[in-house]
């Protein structure tokens, strides 16, 4: 059975940090190129980071560059994104998708609020 599962979610202040965790199962890991989406509540869902299989390649959208970092253990199964200097503009739920062609899989999400 296939499970995506984030966790690390929660609130915080501006300028505050997290570091958010997607914990795989069910799949080859390091098959699959992993990345990190958010959804904030009445907007689309965004593509925030994307890693390769092997951790060699990675894009950010330009709203998160230069603040947040993907990476990945693919001995642990899993895909990490630290998340610093964080903004309210940031405040969304944040979900983490595996990809292989025509495969995706995602995680259930897990809540992000930045606010004082």
């Known amino acids: 059975q296939v499970q995506l599962v984030e966790s690390g979610g929660g609130l915080v202040q501006p300028g505050g940090s997290l570091r958010l965790s997607c914990a795989a199962s069910?799949?080859?890991?390091?098959?699959?190129?992993m990345m990190w989406y958010r959804q904030a509540p009445g907007k689309e869902r965004e593509l925030v980071a994307t890693i390769s299989t092997a951790g060699s390649s990675i894009t950010y959208a330009d709203t998160v560059k230069g603040r947040f970092t993907i990476s990945r253990d693919n001995d642990k199964n899993t895909v990490y994104l630290q998340m610093n200097s964080l903004k309210p503009e940031d405040t969304a739920v944040y979900y983490c998708?595996?990809?292989?062609?025509?495969?995706?899989?995602w995680g259930q999400g897990t809540q992000v609020i930045v606010s004082s």
């Open positions: 998708k595996a990809g292989r062609g025509s495969i995706n899989y």
């Open positions: 069910g799949f080859t890991f390091s098959d699959y190129v």
